[in-house]
């Protein structure tokens, strides 16, 4: 059966804590042990792998720890620059970066040399496919490279369960199975569909079951029909 991304409204904030690690508990632990000037590290795995919830989960560590950071994708705007208490430095969607994107890229990369700061970067591709300048795919080789792998069903259905548990939300096992075999079972997703049926739940003060999956998935379709028609 073909799985459904669930395209509703974003899930909790990201952090170390509500990261599904599964097999990549040696991602992890470089990304913990991140220290100024430290030896860059790339991430690379298929889209919800968690690439940009380590990133985001990391910058969060950072200003706990009062270090500044600054956080780049395809989406921010030209210039891309750092100030001199910068200590951290994240590049996400390298893959997606123009020309004159993998420029700014390189620069940070000079930069951060410069600042004694470190640099994590994410992609869909390992370093030696990126289509990027060919001095920017050698900064993003150099250091520790990680292949994100994406969650394995026992681990998907362990993870969904336990942030269920945290969110005090009951699921049983047919609404388990039924989640998984419907929706894609990136991490991203399943926060994204629990945050979506634990507001549809309160709203009709009913407990999460089956049925009322399905109701939630019938009106999101004809609030998505109206909305094409109107």
Same mark, same amino acid.
């Given at each position: 059966?073909?799985?459904?991304?669930?395209g509703?409204?974003?899930?909790?904030?990201?952090?170390?804590?509500?990261?599904?690690?599964?097999?990549?508990?040696? *991602?992890?632990?470089?990304?913990?042990?991140?220290? *100024?000037?430290?030896?860059?590290?790339?991430?690379?795995?298929?889209?919800?792998?968690?690439?940009?919830?380590?990133?985001?989960?990391?910058?969060?560590?950072?200003?706990?720890?009062? =270090?500044?950071a600054?956080?780049?994708?395809?989406?921010?705007?030209?210039?891309?620059?750092?100030?001199?208490?910068? $200590?951290?430095?994240?590049?996400?969607?390298?893959?997606?970066?123009?020309?004159?994107?993998?420029h700014?890229?390189?620069?940070?990369?000079?930069? *951060?040399?410069?600042?004694?700061?470190? %640099?994590?970067?994410?992609? =869909?591709?390992?370093? %030696?496919?990126?289509?990027? $300048?060919?001095?920017?795919?050698?900064?993003l080789?150099?250091?520790l490279?990680?292949?994100?792998?994406?969650?394995?069903?026992?681990?998907? =259905?362990? *993870?969904?369960?336990?942030?269920?548990?945290?969110?005090?939300? @009951?699921?049983?096992e047919?609404? @388990?199975?039924?989640?998984?075999?419907?929706?894609?079972?990136?991490?991203?997703?399943?926060? =994204? !569909?629990?945050?979506?049926?634990d507001?549809?739940? !309160?709203?009709?003060?009913?407990? %999460?079951?089956v049925?009322? @999956?399905r109701?939630?998935?019938?009106?999101?379709?004809?609030?998505?029909r109206q909305?094409?028609?109107?």
């Amino acid at each position: 059966m073909k799985q459904l991304p669930l395209g509703l409204r974003p899930g909790p904030q990201q952090s170390f804590g509500n990261f599904a690690v599964g097999a990549n508990d040696a *991602a992890l632990g470089a990304l913990r042990g991140t220290t *100024a000037g430290a030896a860059p590290i790339y991430l690379w795995g298929s889209a919800g792998a968690g690439k940009t919830h380590l990133l985001r989960a990391l910058a969060r560590e950072a200003a706990a720890q009062g =270090r500044s950071a600054g956080a780049f994708d395809q989406s921010t705007p030209l210039p891309w620059v750092c100030d001199e208490d910068t $200590r951290l430095i994240l590049l996400d969607d390298c893959e997606a970066f123009d020309a004159a994107q993998q420029h700014a890229a390189f620069a940070l990369f000079v930069e *951060a040399q410069a600042l004694g700061a470190s %640099v994590v970067a994410a992609g =869909r591709l390992p370093p %030696v496919d990126l289509p990027v $300048r060919e001095d920017l795919r050698t900064r993003l080789g150099w250091g520790l490279v990680f292949h994100l792998q994406p969650l394995d069903e026992t681990r998907a =259905r362990d *993870a969904l369960k336990r942030e269920a548990g945290r969110r005090g939300i @009951v699921l049983t096992e047919e609404v @388990v199975a039924y989640l998984l075999t419907r929706f894609a079972r990136d991490l991203g997703s399943l926060m =994204r !569909l629990l945050d979506a049926l634990d507001e549809f739940a !309160l709203v009709h003060q009913r407990a %999460v079951t089956v049925p009322l @999956v399905r109701q939630m998935l019938a009106e999101r379709d004809e609030q998505q029909r109206q909305g094409a028609n109107a």
